[in-house]
């Protein structure tokens, strides 16, 4: 594996208003003007920690708007499902969005204190996915080795202190969705979890689908459900990012679409990880109400 030696300015990330951005990627001032954006009613924000499922969810919704029908988004972008629902943060995309028809479906990994003021006043929908931490992790680890933008961890130990830190791209996992969930009464917001599209995803696609006031038939259901399978998006070149340019992914390193499951934070984590990490989720979730599923095991 190739290491490097330190973060190339490409690869630094700007601290921003207490969060942590990619110099290259992000503008800060960019991103601030994002707080200021007109929101129409049908806008829907997909609002993710990185690696929890934010592909996922740009295929749900696609195949969502398109009824079930695969064909008619299987043409629709050049590299990868992005193209169709981009993050908004991403330099260049504020503009986008604010000419773009509707319904603007987008994904952000932002703290909550950058998005459009106007979603706390019930305008547009946010649907924010949550996964339980040591997977988010253990992920993460991966995608750093992938992602050209981010740099390369020196080995797990290194990034395993990086993300209690807080010093990556996303900064701490704990505020982020402590404080996404802190606002959920205060906008039109769908809370989901990774583990339980992983559970039951005809239930959540369901779920999902009635959010956001769709009206499919049980066989567009299926059909949407069928095409956002783990093994059926690794077949398709958009929503499994095999397509996006090698200057951003590194394919050699390994894929987007990695192991899709619950638990492979044993596969990495050491004891003494694991406790401290138990120690640090129950100080910091002790007030919240969230609860997660850590292993496949526990709803096989
Ligand atoms: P793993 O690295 O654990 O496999 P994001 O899109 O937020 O970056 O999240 C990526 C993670 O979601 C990866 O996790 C990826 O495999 C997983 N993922 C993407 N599509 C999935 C699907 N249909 N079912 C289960 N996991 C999926």
């Not at 499902?81 to 993050?87: L, R, V």
């Not at 039951?200 to 009206?215: E, N, P, Y």
């Not at 990880?273 to 096989?300: A, C, G, T």
Request: charged letters at 25%; aromatic letters at 12%; zero cysteines.
């Amino acid at each position: 594996m190739e290491i490097n030696e330190g973060p190339t300015p490409e690869h630094e990330l700007i601290p921003h208003r207490g969060f942590k951005l990619i110099r290259g990627t992000h503008d800060p001032d960019d991103v601030d003007q994002i707080y200021h954006l007109d929101i129409q009613d049908s806008d829907v924000f997909v609002v993710t920690y990185p690696k929890s499922g934010t592909i996922w969810m740009q295929q749900i919704l696609l195949l969502l708007e398109a009824q079930g029908d695969v064909s008619a988004i299987s043409g629709l972008s050049k590299h990868s499902n992005a193209d169709i629902i981009p993050w908004i943060e991403v330099k260049g995309h504020r503009q986008a969005f604010i000419v773009a028809p509707s319904p603007r479906l987008r994904v952000t990994h932002l703290q909550h204190h950058f998005l459009p003021a106007a979603l706390n006043h019930k305008k547009g929908k946010v649907i924010y996915v949550a996964r339980n931490p040591k997977d988010v992790l253990v992920s993460y680890f991966h995608f750093h080795k992938l992602a050209n933008m981010l740099e390369t961890p020196k080995d797990f130990d290194d990034f395993f202190e990086k993300f209690m830190r807080g010093d990556v791209f996303g900064s701490s996992w704990f505020e982020h969705v402590k404080t996404w969930y802190t606002h959920r009464e205060d906008m039109n917001m769908l809370f989901i979890t990774y583990e339980e599209m992983i559970q039951d995803l005809q239930s959540a696609i369901h779920r999902i689908s009635v959010f956001l006031g769709k009206d499919l038939s049980d066989d567009q259901l299926t059909s949407v459900v069928t095409h956002s399978t783990f093994h059926n998006m690794k077949k398709i070149p958009q929503a499994s990012y095999e397509q996006v340019p090698g200057e951003l992914l590194n394919h050699h390193q390994g894929r987007f679409m990695r192991k899709g499951t619950i638990g492979d934070w044993k596969n990495h984590f050491t004891v003494a990880q694991n406790e401290r990490f138990d120690e640090v989720f129950h100080r910091e979730m002790k007030d919240f109400p969230l609860s997660f599923i850590w292993d496949i095991r526990d709803i096989q």
